[in-house]
Nanobody, 120 residues
Framework: QVQLVESGGGLVQPGGSLRLSCAAS????????MEWHRQAPGKQREMVAH???????NYADSVKGRFTISRDNAKNTVYLQMDRLKPEDTAVYFC??????????????WGLGTQVTVSS
């Protein structure tokens, strides 16, 4: 079993910053790509940012230049630094990890999400 736990969400004013963390634990052999997604009320979940095992990144157009994804492979943790936040960034943020377990099975695991609210 693999578990992902997000942290770092909260309430922030427009223009402010937050840093999200997502730690993976359990029967992990290796992790390929890791991602952050978000889902706003009444909207579909969307991919925000992706980081490969080698550190290559890509972002949704809506967050380019404001958000930065990074990872610490030794800690099986992915981060999302969010700067210049806007009210439209308000959503539940989820992480996922494309994981190979110790039993050599491969699956995409998700965390339960953390709420980010951008409001004055």
């Amino acid at each position: 079993q693999v578990q992902l736990v997000e942290s770092g969400g909260g309430l922030v004013q427009p223009g402010g910053s937050l840093r999200l963390s997502c730690a993976a634990s359990g029967s992990i052999f290796s992790i390929y790509g890791m991602e952050w997604h978000r889902q706003a009320p009444g909207k579909q979940r969307e991919m925000v940012a992706h980081v490969s095992s080698g550190g290559s990144t890509n972002y949704a157009d809506s967050v380019k230049g404001r958000f930065t994804i990074s990872r610490d492979n030794a800690k099986n943790t992915v981060y999302l630094q969010m700067d210049r936040l806007k009210p439209e960034d308000t959503a539940v943020y989820f992480c996922n990890a494309d994981t190979v377990t110790i039993a050599r099975s491969r699956a995409l695991y998700w965390g339960l999400g953390t709420q980010v609210t951008v409001s004055s």
